[in-house]
């Protein structure tokens, strides 16, 4: 059984890196996930890996891109205005289908907003970010052990699909302290020999790795290979999680930190009599949609509940597709809902769709 | 017209290949092996074509195309990886000394280059660039210095001479609006990062032979582990010139080397090159 420590969630997922083979990390600082890249600058010379501050988030995506059109293991990791920097390479990784790993700590904004937690980059994760056709596989961990587990897990799957994986985490799991512990990890074997730019050898034909297609006709068809690969997410990576659905008639719906408090705000629900179960997307691309669609048709209404101005809830409208009424219950600016902000929200609502 | 006994050629690939028997003849010159052998797209008389070819002449000469890993970023050379027959990552506009070295720190016993344009290198990447030369980044950039935005059908580059006539400076470049030509190797040579400078045209046998020399140089001092080289190259671009390609050899005698000097700015130094 592997021990259990105490530590901050951005050094957790630095820790998972290493123990993870991650080869190469470049990063940039900005608060809230500077650990990172201090975490690694400490540890990873001495396993012989690559470190490097890079001079922008645009520079460290772009190291990303050769190191992992190489063949190797690759990370970033950053906040919310260095995640936005990223976008074009991240749209270019996407289209060349190089894995790799990027992390954003996500901080409340627009702009350069507030060093302090927020939900607000859901759209920017799930719904394209950057330019083009493409998805990520987009991971949304609730705890510091998850924010270690879908280290391992990411770079499995971006290897698995020959595509950027992003873990959309926030300030508070990032910056807090829970027990974590290390399981041992059993590495997948992946040939990259067929399209990693390593040198070519007399023996087989060239590699390069591109996101170019000049003539339609190829571009469409290479639009037509991710979308194939996409569908394949979509049916076999969909991942979340249900506590009290069972006998549910109130539904929250919530990922990541939000999540966590929705728990809290659960409890306190059903010491009151009220039978709420919480649904946690784990992925949100792809989204639980199919799941959600058939608890529409358990609850009476379900509650979406964000650090943000309302984003995820759009996703939970197009699974319930009418079914039943869909709420949305937010705080922005990296203003934290207290779980009885949420229950008192709840009830009105519960009130209100009574009474019509 | 073609008489029916005659085999007609099934593609304009074929038609137009050269012949060689060499059971026939002497073979006093070929197209090193480290091409792809097909047309290239590039205008008449661009130096694009040209340099590819003197890269992958080096590549086939020092025997090292497995060891050895391109970068092209957009610009009208993007498509290198159509022509040289190495592994090769495209890259971003601006981008390629970042992913030169995501390349070259995880692979430091490979050779690595980068092959940028003007736009590419002195404009939206002049960040990239210099922090990769500060870092003195075992790799080679290859400037192809034309002036303009060749890709993008000929506007104004930060290397635009003054006064001269682009679709984006149609009254000739406004020194006092956009400043003057930005001298890249001059400029790049202050960083200590950087062992080897030079600037060099193509548009003579003697310029396509010192180039060839700077090129071999580039590629060898990369086995000292010392820093950067950065091969500029004046290039010819007619078509985004205006003018026909002898016209445009000329313009680069008489206009271009003006602005751009050619030459070594930065040698290293004797006791480095020693084991090269
Ligand atoms: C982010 C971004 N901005 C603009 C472009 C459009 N673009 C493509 S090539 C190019 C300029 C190329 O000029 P240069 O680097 O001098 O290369 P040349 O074609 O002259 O060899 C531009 C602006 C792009 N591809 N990406
Ligand atoms: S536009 Fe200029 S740089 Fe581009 S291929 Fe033509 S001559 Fe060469
Ligand atoms: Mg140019």
């Given at each position: 059984?592997?021990?259990?420590?105490?530590?901050?969630?951005?050094?957790?997922?630095?820790?998972?890196?290493?123990?993870?083979?991650?080869?190469?990390?470049?990063?940039?600082?900005?608060?809230?996930?500077?650990?990172?890249?201090?975490?690694?600058?400490?540890?990873?010379?001495?396993?012989?890996?690559?470190?490097?501050?890079?001079?922008?988030?645009?520079?460290?995506?772009?190291?990303?891109?050769?190191?992992?059109?190489?063949?190797?293991?690759?990370?970033?990791?950053?906040?919310?205005?260095?995640?936005?920097?990223?976008?074009?390479?991240?749209?270019?990784?996407?289209?060349?289908?190089?894995?790799?790993?990027?992390?954003?700590?996500?901080?409340?904004?627009?702009?350069?907003?507030?060093?302090?937690?927020?939900?607000?980059?859901?759209?920017?994760?799930?719904?394209?970010?950057?330019?083009?056709?493409?998805?990520?596989?987009?991971?949304?961990?609730?705890?510091?052990?998850?924010?270690?587990?879908?280290?391992?897990?990411?770079?499995?799957?971006?290897?698995?699909?020959?595509?950027?994986?992003?873990?959309?985490?926030?300030?508070?799991?990032?910056?807090?302290?829970?027990?974590?512990?290390?399981?041992?990890?059993?590495?997948?074997?992946?040939?990259?020999?067929?399209?990693?730019?390593?040198?070519?050898?007399?023996?087989?034909?060239?590699?390069?790795?591109?996101?170019?297609?000049?003539?339609?006709?190829?571009?469409?068809?290479?639009?037509?290979?991710?979308?194939?690969?996409?569908?394949?997410?979509?049916?076999?990576?969909?991942?979340?999680?249900?506590?009290?659905?069972?006998?549910?008639?109130?539904?929250?719906?919530?990922?990541?930190?939000?999540?966590?408090?929705?728990?809290?705000?659960?409890?306190?629900?059903?010491?009151?009599?009220?039978?709420?179960?919480?649904?946690?997307?784990?992925?949100?691309?792809?989204?639980?949609?199919?799941?959600?669609?058939?608890?529409?048709?358990?609850?009476?209404?379900?509650?979406?509940?964000?650090?943000?101005?309302?984003?995820?809830?759009?996703?939970?409208?197009?699974?319930?597709?009418?079914?039943?009424?869909?709420?949305?219950?937010?705080?922005?600016?990296?203003?934290?809902?207290?779980?009885?902000?949420?229950?008192?929200?709840?009830?009105?609502?519960?009130?209100?769709?009574?009474?019509? | 017209?073609?008489?029916?006994?005659?085999?007609?050629?099934?593609?304009?690939?074929?038609?137009?290949?050269?012949?060689?028997?060499?059971?026939?003849?002497?073979?006093?010159?070929?197209?090193?092996?480290?091409?792809?052998?097909?047309?290239?797209?590039?205008?008449?008389?661009?130096?694009?074509?040209?340099?590819?070819?003197?890269?992958?002449?080096?590549?086939?000469?020092?025997?090292?195309?497995?060891?050895?890993?391109?970068?092209?970023?957009?610009?009208?050379?993007?498509?290198?990886?159509?022509?040289?027959?190495i592994d090769m990552q495209e890259a971003a506009h601006g981008r390629a000394c970042a992913v030169a070295t995501g390349i070259k720190r995880l692979m430091p016993e490979k050779y690595v280059f980068t092959y940028q344009g003007d736009g590419d290198l002195a404009a939206i990447g002049i960040g990239e660039t210099l922090h990769a030369i500060n870092r003195g980044e075992n790799i080679l950039i290859v400037f192809m210095n034309n002036a303009v935005y060749g890709m993008t059908s000929g506007q104004m580059?930060?290397?635009?001479?003054?006064?001269?006539?682009?679709?984006?400076?149609?009254?000739?470049?406004?020194?006092?609006?956009?400043?003057?030509?930005?001298?890249?190797?001059?400029?790049?040579?202050?960083?200590?990062?950087?062992?080897?400078?030079?600037?060099?045209?193509?548009?003579?046998?003697?310029g396509v032979r010192r180039t060839k020399k700077a090129l071999q140089n580039a590629f060898k001092y990369q086995q000292l582990k010392k820093g950067t080289c950065l091969v500029e190259i004046i290039g010819n671009c007619p078509s985004n010139w205006k003018m026909t390609p002898l016209e445009a050899s000329k313009f680069i005698d008489e206009e271009m080397v003006k602005t751009f000097p050619l030459g070594d700015i930065k040698v290293p130094k004797a006791a480095e090159t020693n084991n090269a």
């Open positions: 059984m592997a021990e259990y420590k105490l530590m901050k969630g951005n050094e957790a997922l630095a820790e998972a890196a290493i123990q993870a083979g991650c080869d190469a990390y470049f990063g940039y600082p900005i608060t809230p996930q500077s650990e990172v890249l201090e975490y690694l600058a400490r540890e990873m010379p001495k396993y012989d890996r690559i470190v490097m501050q890079a001079e922008s988030e645009v520079a460290s995506i772009n190291m990303v891109y050769g190191a992992a059109g190489a063949g190797f293991r690759t990370m970033t990791t950053s906040s919310s205005p260095g995640i936005s920097l990223m976008q074009e390479g991240i749209s270019y990784m996407a289209g060349a289908e190089l894995p790799c790993l990027i992390v954003n700590v996500n901080r409340a904004g627009p702009g350069l907003g507030t060093i302090q937690p927020g939900q607000g980059d859901y759209f920017q994760s799930v719904k394209g970010g950057g330019h083009g056709d493409y998805k990520l596989i987009v991971l949304a961990p609730a705890s510091v052990q998850e924010m270690a587990d879908m280290v391992f897990l990411g770079f499995d799957l971006a290897d698995k699909y020959r595509n950027p994986v992003l873990m959309l985490s926030d300030g508070a799991i990032g910056q807090m302290m829970e027990k974590v512990q290390f399981k041992p990890y059993d590495r997948p074997v992946v040939d990259k020999s067929s399209w990693a730019t390593t040198g070519k050898p007399k023996t087989r034909k060239r590699n390069y790795i591109t996101s170019l297609f000049i003539q339609p006709e190829r571009m469409e068809e290479h639009n037509l290979k991710l979308e194939e690969k996409f569908k394949l997410i979509r049916e076999n990576e969909v991942r979340f999680e249900e506590i009290n659905t069972a006998d549910a008639e109130y539904l929250f719906v919530a990922y990541g930190l939000s999540a966590r408090i929705c728990q809290k705000a659960m409890d306190i629900a059903r010491e009151k009599g009220i039978r709420i179960g919480l649904f946690r997307p784990i992925t949100l691309y792809p989204y639980p949609y199919a799941r959600l669609n058939e608890l529409a048709s358990q609850v009476r209404m379900m509650l979406s509940v964000e650090l943000n101005s309302g984003q995820m809830v759009e996703d939970v409208r197009l699974a319930v597709n009418g079914k039943v009424p869909v709420e949305f219950y937010g705080k922005m600016g990296g203003m934290m809902p207290t779980p009885e902000d949420i229950v008192h929200h709840l009830e009105t609502l519960i009130q209100f769709h009574h009474a019509n | 017209m073609p008489t029916e006994e005659q085999v007609l050629p099934e593609t304009l690939q074929e038609l137009n290949k050269p012949e060689c028997h060499d059971e026939e003849y002497d073979m006093v010159y070929h197209k090193p092996h480290t091409m792809v052998d097909v047309h290239m797209h590039y205008c008449p008389g661009c130096a694009h074509s040209l340099v590819h070819k003197l890269i992958m002449e080096v590549v086939e000469e020092m025997d090292i195309q497995e060891q050895t890993i391109g970068v092209a970023p957009v610009g009208c050379s993007v498509f290198a990886y159509d022509y040289m027959d580059a930060p290397t635009t001479l003054p006064g001269m006539h682009t679709t984006t400076s149609p009254d000739g470049r406004d020194v006092s609006y956009y400043g003057a030509p930005i001298k890249v190797s001059e400029l790049m040579a202050q960083l200590p990062g950087a062992i080897y400078v030079t600037r060099q045209a193509v548009n003579s046998a003697n």
